[in-house]
């Protein structure tokens, strides 16, 4: 079996899959932009070839590596970046090499969140009202339909990125005042938390793993207000965000894929509210913590799946297990030496994150489980509390 994996080596754990595709028996083929020699050594022993472009952004480039791997080693039975930059890329070598997969007619109803709304709705899922505009006088037409606050982000996006909450008509004329060229989606603000519904479907589109993500902030948020932010995982799934997730995974045609979707529990209602879905794992360590919580490599799942293997997994979630950040300007009341003396058990990693990440997760992040809730919740106010 033959599987191209686009840039293998970032982030950093996604190494993993392609180590444990290797042991699996499946020839892993990486194609990327970075030096051979900048690869980590667990990378090349398990890559079975690396095909250096120069550009992961010059798509003949690509094509012309994926044709290579072709003419060495046959068909191509998978293609996959587990990220959400290349998901177009991964789409369209899938649909010129006839790989499976989702393929270019599939990528607008992962990639665009007005497409994604449509299948929300058809799924019986809650949206918030709002759509793409086109031009000044058609937003200040929305504007007036859907009442101030209201969001504004790309159609086509990631994360927080180019995210307005938009107040008052002096917002939104500096919004335009930017001259922004690609296309955006103007919702109404919905007031709520962010719960995930996240997991692993199997070829016939069956969710064989699950899990949740809480947040104790927005991302909008975060990034607006510089703030320190954690997410866990908890040691259960509430029923209705089961229900829900199931519906949209059936709903997008989700095989052989990994997913996380967002949605908000709404303030005022308890109801739930299709936010987006992201066709791949969730950010940051996630799929790390998702090993933590359930004492299990979600990494050797994906592996057996793509293998054709026998699936029997567990899901005790013995554990919670959370990510909590800082940033490096903040005066706190512990240092990271005296956290790990403190929590020895419990703190399992303390990291410095790159700076592309680090107005999201802070620059350092601290990865903890415990089974119990109380101790987290401590552990969490202990990394977080400040002198001032």
């Excluded at 050797?300 to 554990?319: E, K, M, S």
């Amino acid at each position: 079996m033959n599987y191209i994996f686009i840039s293998p080596h970032f982030p950093t754990n996604f190494e993993n899959f392609v180590i444990r595709l290797n042991e699996k028996g499946i020839r892993v083929l990486g194609i990327a932009d970075e030096p051979y020699q900048n690869l980590s050594e667990a990378l090349k022993a398990n890559l079975t070839e690396y095909y250096k472009v120069d550009n992961l952004e010059d798509y003949d480039e690509v094509l012309r590596a994926c044709g290579y791997f072709t003419h060495k080693y046959g068909k191509i039975d998978r293609i996959e970046s587990m990220n959400e930059h290349w998901l177009g890329l991964d789409a369209a070598l899938r649909t010129d090499f006839n790989v499976f997969g989702f393929n270019n007619d599939d990528i607008a109803q992962v990639k665009r969140k007005s497409r994604m709304k449509e299948i929300f709705r058809k799924a019986g899922i809650p949206v918030a009202r709002g759509r793409v505009f086109h031009g000044y006088e058609d937003a200040i037409s929305l504007v007036a339909e859907l009442g101030y606050p209201v969001c504004i982000k790309p159609d086509i996006g990631v994360g927080a990125g180019d995210t307005y909450r938009i107040t008052n008509q002096e917002d939104l004329d500096r919004f335009f005042s930017v001259g922004y060229q690609e296309d955006f989606i103007m919702e109404e603000f919905v007031y709520g938390d962010i719960v995930t519904y996240d997991g692993l479907s199997d070829r016939d589109g069956n969710t064989i793993f699950s899990s949740t993500l809480a947040y104790n902030i927005a991302v909008l948020d975060i990034v607006e207000q510089n703030a320190d932010m954690y997410y866990c995982i908890p040691r259960s799934i509430e029923e209705d965000i089961v229900e829900a997730g199931e519906k949209i995974v059936k709903a997008f045609g989700l095989k052989e894929r990994f997913f996380h979707i967002e949605l908000f529990r709404e303030f005022e209602t308890g109801r739930l509210i299709a936010l987006e879905i992201n066709c791949r794992v969730p950010g940051g360590k996630t799929t790390d913590m998702f090993n933590y919580a359930n004492d299990f490599d979600v990494y050797a799942l994906y592996a057996d799946l793509v293998a054709g293997r026998d699936i029997d997994i567990v899901q005790d979630r013995p554990y919670f297990c959370c990510y909590a950040s800082r940033k490096a300007f903040r005066d706190y009341v512990y240092t990271n030496e005296q956290l790990w003396e403190m929590y020895p058990q419990e703190l399992i990693s303390i990291e410095s994150i790159p700076g592309v990440f680090a107005a999201v997760m802070g620059d350092y992040g601290f990865l903890l489980r415990t089974p119990h809730e109380e101790t987290m919740n401590q552990i969490i106010s202990d990394i977080s509390q400040t002198r001032s």
